[in-house]
């Protein structure tokens, strides 16, 4: 089995030790907030791992990607990125695969994000979005994240979405290759009673989820045609060590 180097870095927001009598052992809440020390990353830019090419880590957690064969772009999975809506809201001429459609903030954030690429086209996908390595030794327990669409996205939306037209992301947990819970959010919902599309940073609980080996992504739409990307950031998960 190849071996996978990851960038770590954590932000632990609840840690406590204890000895079970077999060993002893760590229980912690992380916030993955994906800003990490060790990157040189600019503003308003985007970043994946050529070095070890299958992702990039946070904490106990991988979050993976596949990457065409030159390695100059990211075919599906995760990537990192800066790319903040301007100040005047245009986005005209911009590159808006990667970049975070929010609406209504009062103040322009450098703030890193990931965007997730969800693709059916074989060999376009890493096996898995998330995983957890460390199953053997412990458990992981999903809390939930935020999430937004990308410009992309929403620009398609507003051009083609009709009556009745939905874009659905589902996450669906795995452990012993068993699928463990499910969660969905509508990220745009054009349903007779209302015309919607998230625009801002909106909680997704993922604890249907349960204890997790993996974690993959699936965007379900309606639509024919729709940028099959969104953003997540500050995955909140909780972690069970013995050692």
């Known amino acids: 089995m190849k071996r996978i180097l990851f960038i770590l870095f954590s932000l632990v927001l609840v840690s406590s030790c204890f000895d079970d009598g077999s060993g002893m052992g760590q229980t912690y809440t992380v916030s993955a907030d994906f800003n990490y020390m060790d990157i040189e990353f600019f503003p308003d830019s985007t970043f994946f791992n050529t070095r070890t090419p299958d992702g990039f880590g946070y904490d106990a957690l991988n979050f993976y990607h596949q990457l065409d064969p030159g390695k100059i772009r990211v ?102 290759g068993v699928k463990t819970g499910e969660a969905e959010i509508h990220l745009a919902d054009y349903s007779a009673a209302k015309d919607s599309i998230v625009s801002l940073w909106t909680p997704f609980e993922l604890t249907k989820l349960g204890s997790i080996e993996h974690v993959d992504f699936e965007l379900i739409s309606t639509k024919d045609g729709v940028p099959p990307y969104f953003c997540m950031d500050n995955m909140v998960f909780k972690v069970d060590i013995t050692y």
Do not use: Q
């Open 75 to 176: 075919d599906g999975g995760f990537t990192l990125s800066r790319l903040e809506m301007p100040l005047s809201g245009k986005t005209e001429g911009l590159n808006n695969t990667y970049r975070c459609y929010l609406t209504g903030l009062k103040s322009r954030l450098i703030n890193t994000y990931t965007v997730f690429r969800y693709s059916t086209e074989p060999g376009f996908m890493p096996k898995h979005a998330i995983g957890f390595p460390f199953v053997k030794n412990g458990t992981c327990h999903m809390h939930g994240c935020f999430v937004t669409n990308t410009v992309e996205v929403a620009e398609y939306v507003k051009a083609n979405f009709e009556v009745g037209d939905r874009l659905t992301l589902k996450a669906t947990g795995y452990l012993d």
